[in-house]
């Protein structure tokens, strides 16, 4: 295991930092720029990666494994997310017939 | 704690039971088991005892919030059936995701450790998001799990990401390190742990349904079932105003400089948007949505004023704010029953058949608006004064004009009530317990007014 | 003694309330006799009282109650009978009583009787009230009552709105000086810290003559007298409540209540006295009103009217002779003409009576024969209102002119053409009744009758009066006691102590001709008037001065413009637009204005969950935006 | 402890009548309790004079459970006003009549105000007079909102809203000078007395309670919701208001803007004063105008409490002794007033003064205690406004003479329009409206009784008033 450290810690943590936040904004990016809410879906789970990477990065330089264990924990619930997500598109896909989310605006005012 | 492993258990029961299609006991199940989690859950009080190396604390603030919010629960459950009435089949699931999502809210009210406040979050959210679209053929109702999901999820994107860089900046996932942490940076912070902070308060505010992050509410809340936004509206908001509140008292409480001002202008923004935007509505649950709104404001003001005994006011609002709510949205779902409409109208004459509804109304709709006696005056007081205290003079005058426009929307339904002809020729017949727990509702409401001591110096 | 002057109060009160209560069950015939008889206590009672302060140099003092009293102010209910208050207690209960006999039969016929002598019994009361009050405050209680009855009285005959206006008119006016009255008043309290009369005349006479503040004083006070006492401008209101029961106009707005302006005066008359200013803007204010008061005399054509401007123009030449310094002189002519007035009125009515409710004259004529005693009567009146010896009016006149030449040449010629000024209207008056030929009305068969006894002895006993009352005090070529001064100089003793002593004395031939040149001019005046009013065929339409005479100087109309409408308009401007549409306007404004911005408000929320998003980030940037970089 | 029955009783009293058990007899029922609470307050009256110090307090430390703490004084004013308060209720239950079906919900709206009332004018802690200045809107709105006339709704609710804007500008300056307080702060009156403010702060502490005041009593130009609300609610409700509701505004003057505001009073009274004077002319003028014989109430009563609000912000003794006997004669006064209106509408059914005319030949008895209440209404001298009037007027006289002139006005004013007015429905020919009006029942001038009395009482005997409020 210190191995697998050691070569985590060779790329120095602002780098890990910067990259999250990079890949995090693709995400946030990639929500607001789509409108189909699979794609949406898919930006989210890339932001909750980003978070994963970066607790996972902390959590190595730091040698505690809280870090990481929430990594486990935040990965199921993306799936559980996920289900009930792809869910929910089914549901709504059945009474609008499509996945645009500009689609849904019965409920507004 | 033990009061949520109870409740999972009988979440679980209930699954059981849903799966071998038995009807009957279903309802049973859950009153006696949330009856136990209560009591179970008030035997730890004054003991503080912290679970799991401090995962869990469950010291008396936790235990108040968690007694709130198994007895809201109890109570919709107790309005579950009328609702369901023309429903055939068991309901298990709706009844088990209720009670996990309840779970996920006892979760979040005495989390030690910001892990806890996650899972906490997300059992929580996504039991709701399930919930929201439990009519599974009301576009609406989709409309609103689907607008609930994409925000919520994006949300708690945030949240993570401020938690990991709390993470990042503390080295540590739990609250009391964090603290020594602050305590011991306060002069330097590191900018990650102020964005983290930041990020981590945006999260909590979006799952207030607090402005500027409070698009969400009125559309999920006006589509879901009534029964879940009734839920959503008092569990959902106190559990997560509960969270914060810890979040911010327990770790942050020296920082304050950091996150105040922002706070101060949501709250603001919140009881302004939120009032204002009620005003116009004629949809009495959307119009409900905002007044939530505008009470997730005023909670903020005591995360605000954080003092010793803001927790103990910070309780006393949830309480008239959750017992009101309550009481309001089950005699809407009364009226919709009968009228098969939200709109202002279906109150019309309400009085004349159904003077105990109406009363209980009434009374509901005055501590909404904090007329004295009532408790909602009460606290709204005990609110201002700890925010006054701390000198913040412009935020209590916006909250005070805040409540003077509530005024005239509280008032409407009531005018309709008592003052127009009624649109229903019969009285709308409902199950004498339903009455019962109405007129409880109601006379809870009096009665904390008058004392509400009791409550604010419990904690 | 202290005890009479209570019972004096009590019993018009108790008529007042007996009568009152009980009109319905009450006989109409008793009540009229019952009122007579308290009143006829109250003479005997107040004999009693003039007997007493006048023959002890005593004043009466009666203490009831505290009515207001607290911290440093003290206001009592108090009784003070003193000579001017005795003198005053007779007019009031004898005249009274007379008129309430006359009224007996005057109103026999008249359903509202009871209703009409429980009201005269207030007047009454509140008239004395006025009378013995020893503080000004309690005297403005009787000031507002009498003014009170008389608006109950004026309207009596309430179904025909002209009367209610004319009542309403009256009211009004009389609380325009009463206002004056009340910050009267005020000052006095101010300055002196109490309203007692007698302490207040003590503290005053301690000061300056001229004194602004006394001036002050003294001018609102008289602006009160001038609405009681229908001085111009104030005076319109006195013909108008002529359409009140005749005995009304005889006891209140001839006799009693519109000399309580002089009253008012000569009871403060060491405050006047020390502010010349004032003295004199009471002589202007009561030349005028005496001199327009007879010119307008001579041009009605109303019975009454003319009667009552004869009233105006006397009350005038009263307040001349305050003005003058002649208090003594003005109560002298008070009291005469109280009784002169109060016959010929009753006079007039009998006429109005026989000719069953006619008052215009130009519909009389003849009458002479016809109701031959009220004509005596009447003829009684004129000789003594006109001044002619050796009647009453002579000898009070003769005073009032004394202290005019003694005032100047000019004041004096301009009193004698006043007092002239009687002569010609009242013979006017007289020739056009009961000389002139009949008027077509009168042949048109009214059934002229003469008034019942009981009308006519109490015009008998008023007559009497009228002809002996001036001997009382005789000019002083003739006697050198002058009873009425003597009698009144105690109360008026301070005040002429106080008064700046006039420089020439009149020689004797003055004198003389004072009260002869005076002679001959009535003589011709009479004679030119027979000449010109016995055989004027039918009236001309007035024209040119007789045209604004004959319309009053048109006050009326002038008031109508300057006040009453703009009034009205304001009124109608306030309640419809500032009211309704500004004020009223901007309140909703407030409200609506709220309602628009939660309307527009709610156009964020356009369901669209991209644009959410959008707004979500959009704020997240904001706030660490404003953190971070700020 | 007297105090606590006082509150105790009509508050009981309303739950039980709101359980709708009575039934038939809720009315009777309402009227021996308010004839009771009536006596008690007698008692404690009676209890008063014998009070040391002139003041009965009573002081429940309950800060631990109710986190207010419960302080009730009851010195001369708060007596005064409880007196008009207790005398009023049972004239005012009395005077519903049997034709408009009135339920017992009626009654124990008006026991509840009672309630309300007696707690605004005893309590003495603020968050506590604040419960009940709330509390005692809330009768009044259903009152008018259930059994007014028509668009009552939008007008109740605008009175609602108007009241509760003026009442949270209150509460926000209650709320800043509880901060001043010195620690450990208090909302006691007396902790408010002795803070000593500086006249930068007492500007705005006085701008928020005279908005508030201003709104409630109403003066010039807050008044906008007056004559409405007086028009549409019911008269029993409109004798509330009038009679009552709207001394709670001076008082409050009285309580807060006196005493805590002191320099203001004094040194800014030339900049609200003409306000309120022109309020006073404002209001009497409008009333010449008025067709409608509730709204002539309505104005009428605005200029005679703008005489009161002057008379306390005259700021000398004699102005708020004056204005105290003010507040209760024009109390008992408006209501007669609304009385006879009652009974000219019970008969005529219209309020139009133009359709109305001759009652007084008809109903001698009625035209009788009218005029004795329109002479009271314009202050003749032995009826109860007189001494008030004549006290007010002096004070403001000795503060500025000519404010003290052109107040005066409204005497000639008042008698303009009330005459005006009494001769229009009262004389001249019948019309109509009037054919057929019959004279008063035993019944009806029963209910007349107290006020009458009352007016000539404190006519002619002030000083047992005064006597109280003497320091």
């Known amino acids: 295991m210190e191995n697998t450290i050691a070569q985590i810690q060779v790329i120095p943590l602002q780098y890990y930092i910067l990259f999250c936040s990079a890949l995090f904004s693709i995400g946030v990016i990639g929500v607001l720029a789509k409108r189909n809410a699979l794609v949406i879906f898919m930006s989210v789970e890339l932001m909750l990666n980003s978070a994963n990477l970066l607790l996972t990065a902390f959590s190595a330089y730091r040698n505690d494994p809280a870090g990481q264990i929430f990594v486990f924990f935040i990965m199921v619930v993306a799936a559980a997310e996920v289900a009930i997500g792809l869910a929910l598109l089914v549901v709504v896909y059945r009474s609008t017939k499509t996945i645009d989310i500009n689609a849904l605006n019965r409920l507004k005012w | 704690m033990y009061a949520i492993i109870t409740i999972s258990i009988v979440a679980i029961i209930v699954l059981f039971f849903g799966a071998i299609q038995k009807k009957r006991p279903l309802l049973p199940i859950v009153y006696v088991g949330l009856t136990l989690a209560f009591i179970l859950n008030l035997l730890e009080w004054n003991k503080s005892i912290h679970y799991y190396n401090e995962m869990y604390i469950a010291d008396n603030f936790s235990i108040a919030f968690n007694a709130v919010l198994i007895f809201t629960t109890l109570l919709v459950f107790i309005f579950a059936p009328v609702y369901y009435k023309p429903v055939k089949r068991p309901l298990e699931d709706i009844y088990a995701l209720i009670l996990f999502a309840l779970v996920g809210s006892l979760t979040m009210t005495g989390f030690g450790n910001l892990l806890m406040l996650f899972v906490g979050i997300e059992t929580l959210s996504l039991s709701l998001y399930i919930l929201a679209g439990s009519k599974k053929f009301d576009p609406n109702s989709n409309e609103a799990a689907m607008k609930y999901f994409l925000t919520g999820s994006f949300a708690s994107g945030f949240l993570l990401f401020g938690i990991a860089l709390l993470y990042g900046a503390s080295g540590s996932l739990n609250l009391e390190e964090i603290k020594q942490y602050v305590i ?92 204002l935007s009620a005003f116009y509505q004629d949809n009495v649950k959307r119009m409900f949505a905002y007044s939530g709104i505008a009470h997730a404001g005023y909670m903020l003001i005591a995360i605000i004023a954080l003092k010793q005994d803001a927790a103990g006011v910070l309780l006393l609002y949830s309480i008239s704010y959750t017992i009101a709510t309550i009481t309001a949205f089950a005699v809407l779902i009364l009226v919709r029953e009968e009228t098969g409409t939200f709109s202002i109208k279906a109150f019309n004459g309400l009085a004349k058949h159904n003077p105990t509804e109406a009363f209980a109304m009434t009374i509901a709709m005055l501590s909404l608006a904090g007329i004295p006696p009532l408790v909602g005056f009460a606290a709204k007081y005990n609110l201002f004064i700890s925010a006054i205290e701390q000198g913040n003079l412009l935020l209590v005058i916006v909250a005070i004009v805040g409540s003077m426009i509530s005024v005239y929307f509280y008032i409407r339904p009531i005018v309709a009530m008592y003052a127009n002809q009624p649109s229903a020729t019969s009285a709308i017949d409902s199950s004498s317990n339903y009455k019962k727990q109405i007129i409880l509702a109601a006379v809870l409401m009096i009665l904390l007014g008058l004392i509400p001591g009791v409550i604010i110096n419990l904690i | 003694m202290e005890l009479i002057s209570i019972l004096l109060l009590v019993f018009p009160f108790l008529g007042f309330l007996t009568i009152g209560l009980f009109q319905k069950q009450m006989n109409r015939n008793i009540s ?269 054509n109303d019975i009454k009217k003319i009667l009552a401007y004869s009233t105006v123009s006397q009350l005038g030449f009263m307040f001349m002779a305050l003005g003058l310094g002649s208090f003594s002189g003005a109560m002298f002519h008070l009291t005469t003409h109280a009784f002169f007035k109060a016959l010929l009125f009753l006079a007039a009515g009998s006429v109005i009576h026989a000719l069953s409710d006619e008052q215009d004259i130009r519909k009389m004529g003849g009458l002479r024969k016809k109701i031959p005693f009220t004509f005596a009567l009447f003829i009684i009146g004129t000789i003594a209102i006109s001044g002619i010896p050796p009647f009453a009016g002579f000898f009070s006149k003769e005073v009032i002119l004394t202290a005019a030449y003694e005032h100047g040449m000019g004041m004096g010629i301009l009193a004698t053409f006043i007092s002239l000024l009687t002569t010609i209207y009242m013979f006017r008056l007289i020739f056009v009744v009961f000389f002139k030929a009949e008027s077509k009305e009168i042949r048109a068969n009214h059934p002229i009758h003469e008034s019942p006894k009981v009308m006519l002895y109490p015009m008998a006993v008023l007559a009497v009066l009228s002809i002996i009352a001036g001997f009382v005090q005789l000019p002083k070529l003739f006697s050198e006691t002058q009873g009425f001064d003597n009698y009144l100089s105690p109360v008026f003793e301070k005040a002429s102590k106080l008064a700046p002593v006039s420089e020439h004395v009149l020689d004797v031939q003055t004198e003389w001709m004072i009260f002869s040149i005076p002679l001959l001019f009535i003589a011709l005046l009479v004679f030119l008037s027979y000449k010109r009013f016995v055989n004027e065929k039918e009236f001309i339409a007035p024209t040119g001065i007789q045209k604004v005479l004959s319309n009053k100087f048109y006050v009326d109309e002038i008031y109508d413009f300057l006040i009453v409408k703009p009034l009205g308009f304001i009124s109608v401007f306030f309640r419809g637009i500032l009211d309704q549409t500004i004020i009223n306007g901007f309140v909703n404004a407030v409200g609506s204005s709220t309602l628009f911005a939660g309307k527009k408000l709610r156009l964020l929320q356009t369901g669209n969950v991209g644009f959410y998003l959008i707004l979500m980030v959009f704020s997240i940037i904001a706030i660490l935006f404003f953190n971070i970089i700020l | 402890m007297i105090i606590v029955l006082l509150l105790i009783l009509p508050l009981l009293a309303s739950l039980l009548l709101f359980t709708g058990k009575l039934g038939k007899q809720s009315k009777n029922f309402a009227l021996v309790t308010s004839l009771v609470i009536f006596a008690i307050s007698l008692v404690a009256g009676y209890a008063f004079t014998f009070a040391n110090n002139k003041v009965l307090s009573l002081d429940l430390n309950l800060k631990q459970l109710l986190d207010i703490d419960i302080i009730l004084k009851l010195d001369a004013v708060s007596l005064i006003m409880i007196m008009l308060t207790t005398l009023l209720v049972p004239v005012i239950i009395a005077s519903t009549d049997k034709k408009e079906q009135r339920t017992h919900n009626f009654y124990a709206l008006i026991l509840l105000m009672q309630m309300a009332l007696i707690g605004v004018f005893t309590a003495s802690e603020m968050i506590l007079f604040y419960i009940f200045w709330e509390l005692a809107l809330i009768p009044i709105f259903f009152i008018t909102a259930l059994w007014g006339g028509e668009n009552r709704k939008k007008i109740s609710v605008k009175f609602l809203i108007y009241t509760v804007v003026g009442s949270f500008a209150m509460l926000i300056a209650i709320l800043y000078l509880y901060t001043l307080t010195p620690a450990p702060h208090s909302f006691s009156f007396e902790s408010f007395y002795q803070l000593k403010l500086p006249y930068s702060v007492q500007v705005p502490v006085f701008l928020a309670f005279f908005l508030a005041f201003a709104i409630k009593i109403p003066l010039f130009p807050f008044h906008s919701w007056q ?177 003290a002139i052109i107040a005066g006005l409204t005497i000639i004013l008042g008698a303009v329009y009330m005459l005006k007015m009494y001769q229009k429905i009262m004389y001249g020919e019948k019309s109509v409206a009037t054919e057929s009006f019959s004279d008063l029942t035993t019944g009806e001038i029963l209910l007349f009784v107290p006020i009458i009395v009352s007016i000539f009482l404190v006519g002619i005997f002030p000083s047992f008033i005064l006597q109280l409020l003497a320091p």
């Open chain 2, 184 to 275: 011991l940076h306060q002069h330097n912070m590191p900018g990650m742990l102020n964005i983290g902070l930041l990020l981590v308060a945006i999260g909590m505010t979006f799952k207030i349904g607090a402005a500027p992050f409070h698009f969400w509410a009125p559309d999920v809340y006006e589509g879901s079932p009534t029964l879940i936004t009734t839920f959503m509206a008092t569990v959902g908001k106190v559990a997560a105003i509960a969270a914060f509140f810890r979040l911010m008292n327990s770790s942050f409480g020296e920082v304050e400089s950091i996150w105040k001002i922002t706070l101060t202008i949501f709250a603001i923004a919140t009881i302004l948007i939120g009032n």
């Open chain 3, 32 to 300: 009229g006799i019952l009122a007579s008889a308290f009143i006829f206590i109250n003479l005997i009672l107040s004999g009693i009282l003039f007997w007493y302060v006048s023959s002890s140099n005593l004043t009466v003092e009666t203490q009831l109650f505290d009515w207001i009293k607290f911290a440093d102010i003290s206001i009592p209910f108090a009784l003070t009978v003193d000579r001017l208050a005795a003198l005053m207690l007779l007019i009031i209960n004898g005249v009274g009583l007379l008129i309430h006999i006359y009224s007996i039969g005057y109103m026999k016929a008249d359903t509202g009787v009871n209703r009409f002598f429980s009201y005269m019994n207030l007047f009454v009361f509140f008239m004395l009230i006025l009378v013995l009050s020893s503080n000004y405050l309690m005297l403005f209680i009787g000031w507002e009552g009498v003014g009170l009855s008389s608006y109950l009285l004026i309207g009596f005959w309430y179904k025909d709105h002209a009367n209610n206006d004319a009542a309403k008119k009256a009211f009004i006016m009389n609380r325009i000086g009463d206002l004056g009255f009340l910050i009267g008043i005020f000052i006095l309290f101010v300055t002196f810290k109490t309203l007692s009369i007698s302490e207040i005349a003590t503290k005053a006479s301690l000061m300056p003559s001229g004194n602004l503040t006394l001036m002050a004083i003294t001018i609102s006070l008289f602006i009160g007298a001038m609405g009681k006492s229908a001085q111009i401008p104030l005076f319109t209101w006195l013909p108008d409540a002529m359409a009140g029961p005749t005995p009304v106009s005889a006891l209140i707005h001839a006799a009693t209540m519109v000399t309580a302006g002089i009253y008012l005066v000569a009871r403060s008359s060491v405050l006047f006295v020390l502010s010349p200013v004032t003295m004199n803007i009471i002589l202007v204010i009561g030349a005028v009103t005496a001199l327009i008061g007879g010119l307008i005399a001579i041009y009605q």
């Open chain 4, 227 to 403: 004559a409405e609300t007086y028009n549409v609610s019911p008269v029993q409700g409109s004798m509330l208001l009038a009679g009552i509701m709207l001394k709670m505004g001076l008082y409050g003057m009285i309580r807060f803007i006196l005493p805590i505001c002191p320099d203001v009073v004094a040194g800014g009274s030339l900049i609200f004063l003409p306000l309120i004077l022109f309020g006073v002319i404002y209001g009497a003028v409008i009333a010449i105008t008025q067709p409608n014989l509730k709204k002539l109430i309505a104005f009428a009563s605005l200029s005679h409490v703008g005489i009161i609000a002057l008379g306390l912000l005259s700021n000398n003794h004699y102005g708020i002794e004056g204005a105290v006997l003010q507040m209760f004669s024009h109390g008992v006064n408006v209501v007669g007033f609304f009385l006879c209106y009652y009974m000219i509408v019970k008969r005529t059914n219209t309020d139009k003064i133009s359709d109305l005319g001759g009652i007084a030949s008809a109903a001698p008895k009625f035209a009788t205690i009218f005029l004795i209440i329109v002479l009271a209404n314009v202050a003749l001298p032995l009826t109860n406004s007189f001494v008030g009037e004549f006290l007010i007027l002096l004070g403001v006289f000795q503060f500025n003479k000519l404010i």
